[in-house]
């Protein structure tokens, strides 16, 4: 489709506008990437004239306790921005992405315009098809069977994550043992705050609830029957169906995703990073669930980093093979525009 307008001088030109077909695709992709809860912290702004979509937060499902300096929802709206990106180039388009676009609009954290046809990317011509696992990844929170992942595919997967300039570093099994420690004790910080297990527990739904945001009962994870694996505990002390406890795998295999800086753009990059690391486990077969437990707590965060230095902990992913486990709803692409 084109429009008619006058340039400049007066003369009528066509500039070609996105579908309705096409803006759908884009949006869909954006709604499907993960968030901290499942709050899908984003608003969409289409101007289909100008292929220019502006993403900006949804204060209304932040998470003031968790996270109140809205790291992991400038991570949240990272991850979306990367599965637009590939939308883009799936529709043929070459996407121009600009993080905090306007200091004057903070709510603004980044802007996609789509430029000429794509130009194709010889230095990732051999990577899976990332777009076509956007719809098959999603957080499994049961346990995996232990099979290490094959070491091309973790070596795939740190790539991924440099390709989008961040760090994702597969520690040994020591040092994950300590990284799994940390998390165990914001979990049980976690637990033993009511303010915040209310405000976590607000974001899980019956199974009648039929809301396309935070995460059904049925979704939830089993706790580890030997105490190894510390999954976040979603509903606290009140009475909750409850799966019954399972023994995880002995040995968890672990990335900390992290950055050199921890500015609002670095944990912008830094959800791109995550998203592209999750679709390439999943191309992979590999599944995922993320650990964030620790990166809620100042000191804990900063002991996750060890003894590097400029390392910015951002979040903890947990990988292997098993199960896919619940899938989490997700609001429309025309629900989440304004």
Do not use: K
Request: with cysteine.
């Amino acid at each position: 489709m084109t429009r008619e307008h006058p340039d400049e001088t007066g003369d009528i030109v066509r500039t070609p506008v996105l579908d309705a077909a096409a803006v759908e695709t884009l949006l869909a992709a954006a709604v499907a990437a993960p968030s901290i809860h499942n709050t899908q912290p984003w608003r969409f702004r289409m101007d289909p004239d100008t292929w220019t979509l502006e993403i900006r937060t949804a204060p209304e499902r932040s998470l003031p306790l968790t996270d109140p300096e809205g790291r992991a929802q400038h991570v949240s709206v990272g991850a979306a921005v990367f599965n637009l990106r590939l939308a883009a180039a799936r529709l043929g388009r070459r996407p121009q992405v600009r993080l905090l676009p306007d200091p004057g609009r903070p709510e603004l954290l980044a802007t996609l315009h789509l430029t000429g046809p794509a130009v194709p990317d010889t230095d990732h011509a051999r990577e899976p098809d990332l777009y076509g696992a956007i719809a098959r990844r999603h957080t499994s929170r049961l346990p995996f069977t232990g099979r290490p992942v094959p070491e091309p595919v973790v070596a795939a997967m740190t790539g991924a994550a440099h390709t989008e300039g961040a760090r994702m570093q597969v520690p040994d099994i020591i040092e994950t043992r300590r990284l799994l420690r940390l998390t165990a004790v914001a979990e049980t910080r976690n637990h033993a705050h009511p303010a915040r297990t209310a405000e976590t527990r607000t974001w899980i739904n019956a199974p009648a609830a039929h809301s396309p945001y935070g995460i059904p009962l049925a979704a939830l994870g089993p706790p580890d029957a030997a105490g190894r694996m510390p999954v976040r505990d979603f509903t606290g002390p009140l009475p909750a169906p409850r799966l019954p406890a399972l023994r995880f795998e002995r040995h968890a295999q672990v990335g900390l995703l992290w950055t050199a800086h921890d500015r609002p753009e670095d944990w912008l990059r830094a959800g791109q990073a995550l998203q592209r690391v999750l679709l390439t486990a999943t191309a992979h077969g590999v599944r995922t669930s993320m650990l964030h437990q620790a990166m809620e707590w100042p000191d804990l965060r900063a002991a996750m980093s060890g003894p590097r230095r400029r390392c910015r902990p951002q979040l903890l992913i947990r990988f292997g093979y098993g199960p896919d486990g619940g899938r989490t709803p997700r609001a429309s692409g025309e629900a989440a525009t304004t």
